[in-house]
């Protein structure tokens, strides 16, 4: 009977366990939710953005310091988007291994000479960085917790202002592209410097027999502009990596509770073999005593 016992006990632990995976998945599912009407909010705003300040580098040109395009590159800071809380499958991890395989094979001696740094954003990304060593010269532990675009935009800025002094010369963002629930894009994106040559391609693809009069000038509304592009390239990474967050995290919730059913009926399989052992060597001990009283 102790085998039942211990049979009826992990039955009941398996049963917990589903239920909490299964809360967390309708609730990853309402979050996604959430997250995906902020992507579709943004995408437009951002390549309408895009398309005017592509207009306006080749009306401009570029004499704005963010479009600077360094001769050597001396420094570089990679900021690395990833969660704060688990249970989300291999959401980190690959993108992780992704962003140091990226560091390994094009950025290692900048790592060696110590001209790497790297922000994270997410208690996973600190604490994965920190533990092997790379310089993480700032995080945000708990970001995720109050997602806001001031927040966002503050980094952004910062960053960007080291990068006209000159302390950075090339700026990298690796986070997750999300794209459905079951799948992600892991990327490692440039954001500076700015390459004009590819808004001016995009540009004339453009209606370019189009005369815009601007006021109070192009260089000017550029001049403006251009720190907004740049939070809305961070903010956008932002996004899809919270949207890309919860779709792992529900898919692995679902693929727990799954887990967890199969178990318990694994699990009552047994129990109910057992019990029927039981029964069997009970009545077997019955009609032996009986027999052995007729034989007296």
């Keep these: 009977m102790a085998n039942l016992r211990d049979i009826r006990t992990r ?94 094979d094009n950025y290692s001696e900048y790592q060696k000479n110590d001209r790497l740094d790297l922000i994270t954003i997410g208690r996973k990304a600190d604490g994965y960085f920190k533990k092997r060593k790379f ?4 995080s945000y532990i708990g970001f995720f917790d109050d997602l806001n675009y001031e927040t966002t935009s503050s980094i952004m800025s910062e960053v960007t202002e080291k990068f006209i002094k000159g302390k950075y010369d090339k700026v990298l963002v690796a986070f997750n592209e999300f794209k ?5 894009n892991r990327l490692v994106d440039e954001i500076l410097p700015l390459k004009t040559d590819q808004f001016e391609e995009e540009n004339s693809s453009n209606l370019n027999e189009i005369d815009y009069i601007y006021e109070p000038d192009g260089q000017a509304i550029l001049n403006q502009l251009l720190p907004v592009h740049l939070n809305m390239q961070l903010w956008r990474a932002v996004l899809e990596s919270n949207a890309s967050e919860q779709g792992a995290r529900m898919t692995a919730m679902d693929n727990a509770t799954e887990n967890a059913k199969e178990l318990k009926d694994e699990l009552k399989l047994k129990y109910n073999q057992a019990r029927q052992s039981a029964i069997t060597t009970e009545i077997s001990e019955i009609v032996s005593g009986a027999a052995a009283l007729e034989d007296a």
């Design 135 to 138: 310089k993480v010269v700032d």
């Design 180 to 184: 459905s629930v079951i799948t992600q």
């Design 11 to 104: 039955i009941s632990s398996i049963e917990n366990t589903q239920q909490i995976t299964k809360a967390m998945k309708m609730v990853a599912a309402a979050k996604l939710r959430k997250a995906q009407q902020r992507i579709i909010a943004t995408r437009p705003y951002a390549q309408k953005m895009r398309s005017v300040v592509s207009r306006l580098i080749a009306g401009a040109g570029s004499e704005n310091p963010i479009l600077r395009d360094p001769e050597e590159v001396e420094s570089i800071l990679m900021i690395v988007v990833g969660s704060d809380r688990g249970l989300c499958g291999g959401f980190n991890n690959n993108l992780f291994k992704l962003a140091e395989k990226d560091i390994a």
